[in-house]
């Protein structure tokens, strides 16, 4: 039986949620049955990691990249669609906004055959203005008309796509992210990866991994630690991540005097190791589809305070699993992580409970594959 063409398209590699879930679907995938090319921007911090799978056909586009810019992303237009009429693709599957919208109309244009679109959150939400809203809804409509199957990563998403008109309720299909669960169980690393950190014996350890963009809400962390610090003295704050924010995050922590209580990493590759060191997670977004550090959090046995974004609740159980605050409440935020640190018995509950949701087989990395896989057979079927 012939192999299939199967292109993946996803506008950067950077470490961030739907990049390692492709990158941990693309290695689990059955390289017997498939053909593999991914198209993605000349650079990312996860470029090294995609060049290493064997048998990847990667292309690093010198045009794609987040922002919008008619001349670059016409070319890049004009590079996926050559690409794919060069490799005869029978199959393009899309993650991320950009790359989402120019991978299905290049796809559509080649006339392939099927045509996939992962949803790792909605391009438009309610912190953008009216007209961009009104924008990037109508641009998902329109390429939801020609795209096969929408796959959402929560039913919060798929709620939230039907209740925009993108696409019908058939089109839709929910897929979880799946975890190595076992790879987070080791606490052997625990002193070490404190002590890489300037962590001592007595710190409680409050972390956060994001990219530093306003979706990720960084700077409300700071104003929480600088809360946090003022009655818990032996607190410090780890944030895990780079970006558009850094340096008016670097110029806040000064201006509140945290210098001694927040340490920036700047991206890890190392998360099992760094998750290790945390005594609780604790993340600030706006807006999410549903949260991959979340889920890697529970798997690392690390109680979560996290806001309440939508899908977070389908993995995040208030009071039970976790804990979830109102959106930009901070007051709230505080609250929990200072109530969650003086209550050991409500931490180690935490941590049991989250482990049992996260070790099930609906967040299981072979589900996902497996699942992955079905949605292929089945359009390769009708095709």
């Given at each position: 039986?012939?192999?299939?063409?199967?292109?993946?398209?996803i506008?950067?590699?950077?470490?961030?949620?739907?990049?390692?879930?492709?990158?941990?679907?693309?290695?689990?995938?059955?390289?017997?049955?498939?053909?593999?090319?991914?198209?993605?921007?000349?650079d990312?911090?996860?470029?090294?990691?995609?060049?290493?799978?064997?048998?990847?056909?990667?292309?690093?586009?010198?045009?794609?990249?987040?922002?919008?810019?008619?001349f670059?992303?016409?070319?890049?237009?004009?590079?996926?669609?050559?690409?794919?009429?060069?490799?005869?693709?029978?199959?393009?599957?899309?993650?991320?906004?950009?790359?989402?919208?120019?991978?299905?109309?290049?796809?559509?244009?080649?006339?392939?055959?099927?045509?996939?679109?992962?949803?790792?959150?909605?391009?438009?939400?309610?912190?953008?203005?009216?007209?961009?809203?009104?924008?990037?809804?109508?641009?998902?409509?329109?390429?939801?008309?020609?795209?096969?199957?929408?796959?959402?990563?929560?039913?919060?998403?798929?709620?939230?796509?039907?209740?925009?008109?993108?696409?019908?309720?058939?089109?839709?299909?929910?897929?979880?992210?799946?975890i190595?669960?076992?790879?987070?169980?080791?606490?052997?690393?625990?002193?070490?990866?404190?002590?890489?950190?300037?962590?001592?014996?007595?710190?409680?350890?409050?972390?956060?991994?994001?990219?530093?963009?306003?979706?990720?809400?960084?700077?409300?962390?700071?104003?929480?630690?600088?809360?946090?610090?003022?009655?818990?003295?032996?607190?410090?704050?780890?944030?895990?991540?780079?970006?558009?924010?850094?340096?008016?995050?670097?110029?806040?922590?000064?201006?509140?005097?945290?210098?001694?209580?927040?340490?920036?990493?700047?991206?890890?590759?190392?998360?099992?190791?760094?998750?290790?060191?945390?005594?609780?997670?604790v993340?600030?977004?706006?807006?999410?589809?549903?949260?991959?550090?979340?889920?890697?959090?529970m798997a690392?046995?690390?109680?979560?305070?996290?806001?309440?974004?939508?899908?977070?609740?389908?993995?995040?159980?208030?009071?039970?699993?976790?804990?979830?605050?109102?959106?930009?409440?901070?007051?709230?935020?505080?609250?929990?992580?200072?109530?969650?640190?003086?209550?050991?018995?409500?931490?180690?509950?935490?941590?049991?409970?989250?482990?049992?949701?996260?070790n099930?087989?609906?967040?299981?990395l072979?589900?996902?594959?497996?699942?992955?896989?079905?949605?292929?057979?089945?359009?390769?079927?009708?095709?």
């Amino acid at each position: 039986m012939p192999r299939i063409n199967l292109l993946y398209v996803i506008t950067k590699l950077e470490l961030g949620g739907a990049q390692k879930q492709l990158i941990s679907l693309i290695g689990g995938l059955d390289k017997e049955r498939y053909n593999i090319f991914l198209f993605t921007a000349k650079d990312g911090l996860l470029i090294n990691e995609a060049s290493a799978i064997k048998g990847l056909i990667l292309k690093q586009s010198r045009f794609l990249e987040r922002p919008i810019n008619i001349f670059k992303d016409v070319l890049a237009f004009v590079e996926i669609l050559s690409f794919i009429k060069k490799n005869r693709i029978q199959i393009v599957h899309t993650h991320s906004s950009k790359a989402g919208i120019l991978g299905r109309i290049a796809a559509r244009v080649a006339c392939v055959p099927a045509i996939i679109h992962t949803v790792h959150g909605w391009s438009f939400h309610d912190y953008q203005p009216r007209l961009a809203n009104y924008f990037y809804t109508t641009l998902e409509k329109i390429c939801a008309t020609f795209t096969n199957k929408l796959v959402v990563v929560s039913s919060f998403d798929k709620e939230k796509g039907l209740k925009k008109l993108v696409g019908r309720e058939d089109q839709y299909i929910i897929i979880r992210y799946g975890i190595k669960g076992n790879e987070f169980r080791d606490q052997s690393m625990r002193s070490a990866a404190r002590r890489s950190l300037g962590l001592n014996e007595t710190d409680l350890a409050i972390g956060t991994v994001a990219c530093f963009k306003p979706q990720k809400s960084p700077l409300d962390f700071i104003k929480i630690a600088s809360t946090i610090k003022k009655s818990i003295p032996n607190t410090k704050f780890i944030m895990v991540g780079d970006g558009l924010l850094r340096r008016k995050a670097e110029v806040l922590i000064k201006r509140l005097d945290l210098g001694g209580q927040i340490i920036l990493t700047g991206w890890r590759n190392d998360m099992v190791f760094v998750l290790s060191a945390l005594d609780i997670f604790v993340l600030t977004s706006l807006w999410e589809g549903l949260p991959i550090a979340v889920l890697e959090a529970m798997a690392a046995g690390v109680p979560v305070v996290a806001t309440d974004t939508g899908g977070i609740r389908e993995i995040i159980e208030n009071g039970k699993t976790g804990y979830l605050v109102k959106v930009g409440d901070r007051q709230s935020m505080q609250n929990r992580v200072e109530a969650l640190l003086k209550d050991r018995q409500k931490m180690n509950e935490f941590i049991r409970l989250s482990r049992e949701k996260v070790n099930s087989e609906e967040f299981l990395l072979r589900r996902m594959v497996k699942d992955t896989e079905k949605v292929y057979s089945t359009l390769g079927e009708r095709s």
